[in-house]
Antibody, heavy 124, light 110 residues
Framework: QVQLLQSGAEVKKPGASVNISCKAS????????IYWVRQAPGQGLEWTAI????????KYAQRLQGRVSLTRDMSTTTVYLHLSSLRFDDTAVYYC?????????????????WGQGTAVTVSS | QSALPQPPSVSGSPGQSVTISCSGT?????????VSWYQHHPGKAPKLMIY???KRPSGVPDRFSGSKSGNMASLTISGLQADDEADYYC??????????FGSGTKVSVL
């Protein structure tokens, strides 16, 4: 079945960097956008980034510009999120999510299959 | 971009209808028919309930319906059931491959 499996929880100090992996399986990896969404404790959902695995083109939320980057490995069908210069307010659960419709379809920018989430705690 | 305002909570008795609003701007909801709604039971992955303002993915009951007028989108749940109790988030495309989510609404079934 379609599945996104994320790496485990991370605890980092302010100013450090974190890498989170998201391994996709059960579908054609290059045919769907992968989104990243985060949820801070007690807060709502926040869109973070999107990548087209086919072209390796990525876009990022303005508030994270310069600190976040996405890469993908086609051989392992894995997307990696890298977040640097961590701040206390980066503490959140980070989800990778597959787009609902394949890239060849008209896009409504809706999200379908979610990873299990990766908790990132920034603490001194 | 700030979260799209939603009412913090709405409630209804079983069988009743509730409507959740999602207030956007001319840069997001008002400019694109790409509004989605997600149901989120705590501890579980969010579930797509509506996309493209009014479309339901397969398996989503027709008790859930979406609409949009100007810069405001709405989700209506008819025939409220106990399992509908969850948090609901809207999202809208905001151009340049970016998305903006709503602030979230807790639906309580009395």
């Amino acid at each position: 079945q379609v599945q996104l499996l994320q790496s485990g929880a991370e605890v980092k100090k302010p100013g450090a960097s974190v890498n989170i992996s998201c391994k996709a399986s059960g579908y054609s990896f290059s045919n769907y956008y992968i989104y990243w969404v985060r949820q801070a404790p007690g807060q709502g959902l926040e869109w973070t980034a999107i990548i087209n695995p086919n072209t390796d083109s990525a876009k990022y939320a303005q508030r994270l510009q310069g600190r976040v980057s996405l890469t993908r490995d086609m051989s392992t069908t894995t997307v990696y999120l890298h977040l640097s210069s961590l701040r206390f307010d980066d503490t959140a659960v980070y989800y990778c999510v597959r787009g609902h419709l394949p890239l060849i379809s008209f896009q409504y920018y809706s999200l379908d299959v979610w990873g299990q989430g990766t908790a990132v705690t920034v603490s001194s | 971009q700030s979260a799209l305002p939603q009412p913090p909570s709405v409630s209804g008795s079983p069988g009743q209808s509730v409507t959740i609003s999602c207030s956007g701007t001319s840069r997001d909801i008002g400019n694109y028919d790409y509004v989605s709604w997600y149901q989120h039971h705590p501890g579980k992955a969010p579930k797509l309930m509506i996309y493209g303002v009014t479309k339901r993915p397969s398996g989503v009951p027709d008790r859930f319906s979406g609409s949009k007028s100007g810069n405001m989108a709405s989700l209506t749940i008819s025939g409220l059931q106990a399992d509908d109790e969850a948090d609901y988030y809207c999202s809208s495309y905001a151009g340049g491959y970016s998305l903006v989510f709503g602030s979230g609404t807790k639906v309580s079934v009395l």
